[in-house]
């Protein structure tokens, strides 16, 4: 794959509490994306970066923030996390003229 | 607000049959069309795609099918396999400004039966 890396891959927390997830990618692709997946929902696009310190809301960008100080990584921050947020969070990155290339996922659940 | 809808939910197939999963869009901007398929624990891979100027494209097994004016598509597995059982997922894609976002269907589960 395109070498993407999220972590943690599992995480439980509760209510309230800021949470970070990482995306890491290897490709030097200059788009990255995070997404949550719910069932009945697919995927749905939380935020989106098209370059280092560029970053803009997605459909579903309420009660997230993301950063991007490096190419290679795309960090997603729930700032005090609520139940609603529990999900499947996948991150993606994509070259130019490439289809996005999607990482494993981190699952996290929130008490 | 969901752009693009997908049916059906849940799919069972014998071996050796064919399984069909129908899209249908409403934005019109939409300028390319992916599927991905997606193995429990694993994020979602690109499978075959199509842009709107072509009715059909076919890679192996896999095959979509393009309707524009009814702004519609769907994917055709010939000869279902067990290792196809996963979810897929369509999908249209917009450009905004560079960022070319994704607008998911809601899945489709599929399950090849030996």
């Known amino acids: 794959d395109a070498g993407i890396t999220q972590s943690p891959r599992h995480k439980v927390t509760e209510t309230g509490t800021p949470v970070t997830l990482r995306c890491h990618q290897t490709?030097?692709?200059?788009?990255m994306y995070w997404y949550r997946q719910d069932p009945g929902h697919g995927l749905r696009l939380i935020h989106y970066?098209?370059?280092?310190?560029?970053?803009d809301k997605g459909e579903v960008s309420d009660g997230y923030s993301v950063s991007r100080s490096k190419t290679e990584d795309f960090l997603l921050t729930l700032e005090s996390a609520t139940s609603s947020q529990t999900s499947v969070y996948f991150c993606?990155?994509?070259?130019?003229?490439?289809?996005?290339?999607f990482g494993d996922g981190t699952r996290l659940s929130i008490l | 607000q969901q752009q693009v809808k997908q049916s059906p939910q849940s799919l069972i197939v014998q071996k050796g049959g064919i399984s069909i999963i129908n899209c249908a869009y409403e934005?019109?901007?939409?300028?390319?069309f992916p599927w991905y398929q997606q193995f429990p624990g694993k994020g979602p891979a690109l499978l075959i795609a199509?842009?709107?100027?072509?009715s059909e494209k076919k890679e192996g097994r896999f095959t979509i099918s393009f309707n524009k004016s009814a702004k519609q598509f769907s994917l055709h597995i010939m000869d279902s396999q067990p290792g196809d059982s996963a979810t897929y997922f369509c999908?249209?894609?917009?450009?905004?400004?560079?960022?070319?976002?994704?607008?998911f269907g809601s899945g489709t589960q599929l399950t090849v039966l030996p």
């Open positions: 993606a990155s994509r070259d130019s003229e490439q289809p996005q290339h």
């Open positions: 934005n019109t901007a939409f300028d390319y």
């Open positions: 490709e030097n692709h200059r788009y």
């Open positions: 199509i842009r709107p100027d072509v």
């Open positions: 970066s098209y370059g280092v310190k560029d970053t």
């Open positions: 999908a249209g894609q917009i450009h905004s400004g560079s960022a070319r976002q994704l607008t």
